[in-house]
Each structure stands twice: as C-alpha cells, then as structure tokens.
C-alpha cells in the first residue's frame, strides 16, 4: 500500500486528487474493520443462538442476521459427510461454515453417530441419517479420523462441537450409556487435540416437558431417568460446557412439578456435586407452545402473547443464573406435535411477539 501511494504522489496526472482518494479508502478501511468485529458481537448477540439446519439454513439466514443470533446449531449427521473410510464431502457444511463466518456468527455442531437400525424409506437413499448403523459394529478408529478430519477442517473458525443430542431417549441415540461414555471421552480428546480453542459440549438430556406427572419428579422414576443419564455423563468432566434442553415455563405453567427456573437449579446442583463450578451452561434448546398444547394429557395453554412473555423471563431468568447462551428452538413453525408452534414466526413466515421479544434481547 505504501509503494501504491508513492506511485500516485509522482504521477503528473491528477495525483493529488487520487492520493487524496486513497487516503480516505484507506482510512475508511481501517475504519470499516475496526467497526464491524464490534457491531458484529454486541453482548446481546454473544449469548443468543437459533436452531437450524442444512436444509433450512438458506432461507433462515436472512432472518437468523436480522434477529442479531450470534450463534447457530445445526445438526451434523456423520454418515452425511462419509463416503466411504477416511473419505469424507465436506461441501454442504463447507458452505454452511462459509456462510456463517462472512456473517460474523459462530457455529455449533450437533454430530450424531449411532442411531437405531431403521431401514431406508426410499431405495434411493445413500446416506442420511436413516441409513443403518449396529453398536456392536461401531468403528471407534473410523469414528476418530471423522473427528479429527471435522475439527482439524475448522479449526479456528468459529466452530464449536456437541456430541450427540438427548442420549437419554431412544429417538436419538441408538447405543447404550456405556457407548455414550467412551464416545464422549474418545470424542473430547480428539477434537480438543485437533482444536484446541473449539467448545466441546456433551448431550444434553431429554427434560420431559412431554410427560405428565403431577405428583412431581423428585423421588420418582422420572430422575432416575433423567440422572441415571446425566450424572455419569458429568463425572467424566469430559466437555467445557454443560448442555441443558429446557422447556419448562418461566411462569403460570408448573410441568411435572417444575418451572425452568427450577430445572436449570436441578442442573446446577448436580454440577456442583461433580465439581464442575468453572463450567459454564449453555442452554441449547428452549422454547414455548404458541398456542394450547397437549402433553400426556395435560393442556400446557399457549398463546402468541404469552410465548412472547415467557422468552423474555425465560431468558432473564436464564442470564440471571449464569448461563452463557441460549438457543431458540424453531425459526419457523413446523408440522410436529406439540413442538411445532414454537416458531418465531408462523408458518408463512408472520413474525411472532416472540420476534421482537428475541431481537430485543439482542440489543
């Protein structure tokens, strides 16, 4: 740049009117990348987070930007990017990362591995997430290499990994508690050796916000599950961060006993007993019913209104406890039960109170 401008100060020709326009191009430029690392991670921004998907991620990143999430989590199924041992095509989440980083947003992968045997539903279907692996045939050495092929890729570029979601319910995970273990510790060591900086997190645990106990949970089979899951999973130490799914309601609705409040407690007091105070919490899934929504037979009474109001305590409760960020669950409504009316916005895209409520929370 310094030869560049020595070249305009001796041309004849107009020199002094192009020294002074590169000067300023200059001066804007440094300006210019000064501003935008700081516009692009604003507090708010920093601890707020959406759900997405390769699918999805096209059409939701204009409103992911305009909502001011900081962050993303996207699913990352390995038998996506596997072609065959130790080969791998990287370019759907190639494109995704691409996609996140000029945007200045950081990205979590959730990676699933091992899944129930499920047979293809259409013979066209090379690989997915329904193609069939056996526990019992698990390649941990091939599992390795995708690990350190996937970090070593993104290394540096804002990419954080989550190994497996909700362990403790079968629609997830196809392994047993034992499998989980060995792959959070193989998994954890891999990735921090091949980037050090990135956050590794383990599952999260299945809330259960579906079931319907109105005795509570504490004493009963509930915790067993619940803990039974957690609490081993904890004992490794294993992960930088602590997962937590909640979908317990701020206020008005008490679920099975709880509040979200008092399930994140729940969480906290069984860090404490694993002497994890230096870990922090990321919430990785939170959302509420937009309209009335049936659970077991009991009737959680949503609405548009009170979706709104209960992101925003959620969220201030949440911060106020110590949590490091929060993930939205749905963008859009989708066609599932229960779960489905979560959206920010409807199904044709109408935003929500609950829109303005997040983007609010990220100024």
Not at 74 to 96: A, F
Request: glycine content about 8%; aromatic content about 12%; overall charge neutral.
């Amino acid at each position: 740049m310094g030869d560049l401008l020595f070249r305009v100060v001796v041309c004849p020709f107009k020199g002094a009117v192009l020294l002074i326009r590169i000067r300023t191009f200059v001066l804007g430029m440094i300006l210019l990348t000064c501003v935008l690392p700081f516009h692009a991670y604003p507090e708010g921004e920093r601890r707020l987070g959406i759900n997405t998907t390769f699918r999805t991620i096209r059409e939701e990143v204009k409103s992911i930007e305009e909502l001011g999430a900081g962050t993303i989590r996207v699913p990352l199924e390995w038998q996506l990017v596997k072609i065959q041992p130790g080969e791998y095509d990287w370019s759907s989440s190639d494109r995704l990362v691409n996609v996140a980083q000029t945007r200045h947003v950081e990205v979590l992968f959730t990676i699933h591995t091992l899944f129930k045997a499920v047979k293809p539903k259409s013979p066209k279907l090379i690989r997915g997430p329904l193609y069939e692996i056996i526990p019992e045939r698990f390649d941990r050495k091939e599992l390795v290499s995708f690990l350190e092929a996937l970090a070593s890729r993104y290394r540096g570029r804002g990419v954080n990994y989550e190994i497996e979601n909700e362990v403790n319910e079968g629609a997830f995970w196809g392994g047993t508690l034992e499998q989980y273990l060995e792959l959070l510790q193989v998994g954890y060591e891999v990735i921090k050796k091949a980037d050090p900086n990135a956050k590794v997190l383990p599952s999260a645990m299945r809330c259960g916000i579906l079931q319907n106990s109105p005795s509570g949970w504490a004493g009963e089979k509930a915790w067993k599950w619940h803990d039974g899951w957690l609490k081993p999973i904890l004992s490794t130490k294993k992960f930088d961060v602590v997962n937590v799914h909640n979908y317990y309601f701020p206020s008005e609705i008490t679920a099975n006993g709880l509040t979200f409040r008092s399930y994140l407690q729940h969480i906290q007091d069984l860090m404490k007993e694993s002497g994890l105070r230096d870990r922090s919490i990321w919430i990785t899934e939170t959302g509420f019913v937009s309209v009335p929504a049936n659970a077991s037979g009991r009737t959680d009474d949503g609405s548009c209104d009170k979706q709104g109001r209960w992101l925003t305590e959620a969220y201030e409760q949440a911060l106020e406890s110590g949590v490091e960020k929060v993930f939205w669950l749905l963008l859009r409504d989708r066609k599932e039960p229960y779960f489905g009316s979560m959206g920010l916005v409807d199904a044709n895209g109408g935003p929500r109170p609950a829109w303005n409520a997040f983007k609010q929370l990220s100024n």
